[in-house]
Structures are given as C-alpha cells and as structure tokens.
C-alpha cells in the first residue's frame, strides 16, 4: 500500500500541496484504489485543521496510517498540550483499525531515560 502523508502548511511546510484531509481524501476517490491511503498525521492536521476525531470518523477508509505528536510544539503528547490522545485513539479504533500507530514527537527531555519515560507514557495513552 502507498500512503500519501499529509502536513500542515501553518508553520512546518510551506507552500505543501496535501495539507488538508479533505484534499487527500478526493484524490484517494479519484484513484479509487484500495492500495492508495492517507498517512493522517495528527499533529499536522489539528495544526491545519483541527476537528481530528470527526475526520477519522467521516474518513477513517481512507486511513492507513497515524502518528503523533503534541500540539503545540511537536513534543509529549500529555497534558502539556491541546489533544487529548486517549480519545483519539478511541475513535480510531471504533472505525476497525487494527494497525500501528508511530509515536513521532520530539522529546523534551535532556537524557535518555527522560526521553524513554516520555515514549513509555505515550505508548500507554494510546494504549486504549
């Protein structure tokens, strides 16, 4: 399967030509095959577009793919930022989704224990 990523043109990728969902989701339409999805990044589109979940829900047949990452900044994905993953994760996996999802911030932390506490906190919010 091909997955096409899509970013945000706000603040990482400037002048990107798949970043919005609904832009992806028609060309996946048009080539109307099965072996052609959508990476969603989530970060990217809360950054461009926000209203995640009701774009996983609307669109999840043309999802192949997620990562993460916190808004703002790219960092941890707790409390320290705008999206709640637990509920993210829980409207992925009520569309059927049986795939993984790549954690794909940056942590924040100095040393490589931080940074290991920071994934192992990620992976058990998504842990839905």
């Known amino acids: 399967i091909i997955q096409m990523e899509v970013f945000n043109s706000k603040i990482d990728h400037k002048d990107y030509m798949a970043d919005k969902s609904a832009w992806a989701v028609e060309l996946c339409k048009q ?4 072996n052609f999805k959508i990476l969603y990044d989530i970060y990217h589109m809360q950054i461009n577009e926000g209203d995640v979940i009701r774009t996983i829900q609307n669109n999840h047949q043309y999802l192949g793919h997620y990562h993460t990452a916190g808004v703002p900044g790219r960092h941890e994905i707790n409390e320290s930022q705008e999206l709640f993953y637990p ?3 829980n409207a992925i996996l009520k569309t059927g989704y049986t795939g993984f ?3 794909e911030f940056i942590p924040t932390g100095k040393t490589n224990t931080e940074k290991i506490a920071a994934l192992k906190d990620a992976v058990k919010r998504c842990d839905v």
């Open 31 to 34: 080539i109307a095959s099965p």
């Open 87 to 89: 509920a993210i994760m």
């Open 101 to 103: 999802v790549a954690q």
